[in-house]
């Protein structure tokens, strides 16, 4: 007799050695364009699944949960879940799992790499070497900011803002202010150099550098809008590595472009792939397509912890991650 595999719906392809192990554990379903799966397909497929594992731009709304009548859970490919209807799967007694720490130092990193491009202006002074426009070193030329001594404020204080926290005291010897909607507990405060601000409001209008690590939630959507802007002001850079309805985006095209706001780098957008059109032409602007966890030993961890979480679940233990 063969032995049951549970039914596991992989939405989108992952790295070998995690669809190798899938393949082992699971009896696998996926999508006919395994990087663009159309809705009505996911939702013709999550019909016959035990298990979801969809990527954070997988939609799994209530038409979908509703479909699957055989699900029992959503073992996310990220950490964070606005992509998931976590409402409607409770009320289903459909598990949902995430895959919090692995890409913690990762999507730091890319943060990083953002504030240093911004403030050293690398995106302009790459477009300007490969236009072959360049005509040699100038005193004067394309004259950026320096990092170390400035203001980091850090809005959310979760794993990925303390790693890059981290980062900015210890590597480039910034100042870091938080807001939080917790108490942060003096130790560690200090570990960071870093001050806890009661107000968004005393943050944006303290803060060199603004870098976002909220969840995407109904509070947070357009939390960094065209006051908040307004109040962070022309010498300020935003940073968003976390989710892009957290900002305004025709708000902040506007503000970039009136130079009400000093410059921004962004990983994530209010509506991808799309990005708002007004971004493109702005030189104080720096665009990366949500590479935030996009390295190849972060992206094979996440879905280990993903596939871990699947195997605890049906084997009859707790998995790990177990969001709701
Ligand atoms: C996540 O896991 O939430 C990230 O956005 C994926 O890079």
């Given at each position: 007799m063969t032995e049951h595999k549970p039914i596991v719906l992989q939405t989108r392809s992952l790295t070998a050695d995690v669809e190798a192990r899938l393949l082992k554990e699971f009896e696998v379903l996926r999508c006919s364009d395994k990087n663009r799966p159309q809705q009505g397909e996911l939702q013709a497929l999550a019909a016959r699944a035990e298990a979801i594992c969809p990527t954070v731009v997988d939609r799994i709304d209530e038409a979908l949960l509703q479909a699957g009548q055989r699900l029992r859970i959503i073992a996310n490919f990220g950490v964070g879940y606005d992509n998931i209807d976590v409402a409607k799967a409770r009320e289903l007694g459909i598990m949902v799992t995430n895959t919090p720490d692995v890409l913690t130092e990762s999507t730091a990193d890319l943060a990083m790499t953002l504030l240093l491009m911004v403030a050293r202006r690398a995106g302009e002074g790459e477009r300007l070497c490969r236009s072959g426009r360049w005509t040699g070193w100038e005193p004067t030329q394309l004259l950026g900011r320096d990092v170390s001594g400035k203001t980091l404020g850090l809005v959310g204080f979760g794993r990925i803002a303390q790693a890059v926290a981290s980062r900015a005291y210890h590597g480039f010897g910034m100042r870091i202010l938080l807001h939080t909607r917790s108490r942060v507990d003096p130790d560690v405060l200090?570990?960071?150099?870093?001050?806890?601000?009661?107000?968004?409001?005393?943050?944006?209008?303290?803060?060199?550098?603004?870098?976002?690590?909220?969840?995407?939630?109904?509070?947070?959507?357009?939390?960094?809008?065209?006051?908040?802007?307004?109040?962070?002001?022309?010498?300020?850079?935003?940073?968003?590595?976390?989710?892009?309805?957290?900002?305004?985006?025709?708000?902040?095209?506007?503000?970039?472009?009136?130079?009400?706001?000093?410059?921004?780098?962004?990983?994530?957008?209010?509506?991808?792939?799309?990005?708002?059109?007004?971004?493109?032409?702005?030189?104080?602007?720096?665009?990366?397509?949500?590479?935030?966890?996009?390295?190849?030993?972060?992206?094979?961890?996440?879905?280990?912890?993903?596939?871990?979480?699947?195997?605890?679940?049906?084997?009859?233990?707790?998995?790990?991650?177990?969001?709701?």
């Open positions: 200090e570990r960071y150099g870093a001050r806890q601000c009661s107000e968004l409001n005393e943050l944006l209008t303290a803060s060199d550098f603004v870098s976002l690590h909220c969840p995407s939630t109904a509070e947070t959507r357009h939390l960094i809008d065209s006051d908040a802007l307004r109040q962070m002001g022309p010498s300020t850079a935003l940073i968003n590595t976390a989710r892009g309805n957290i900002v305004d985006e025709a708000a902040l095209a506007i503000a970039l472009k009136n130079g009400t706001l000093g410059a921004a780098g962004l990983d994530v957008y209010e509506r991808e792939p799309s990005v708002h059109a007004g971004l493109f032409d702005l030189e104080n602007v720096v665009l990366l397509p949500h590479l935030g966890s996009a390295t190849e030993e972060t992206r094979s961890a996440m879905g280990h912890r993903m596939v871990d979480n699947l195997v605890e679940f049906f084997a009859g233990r707790p998995p790990r991650d177990r969001v709701t």
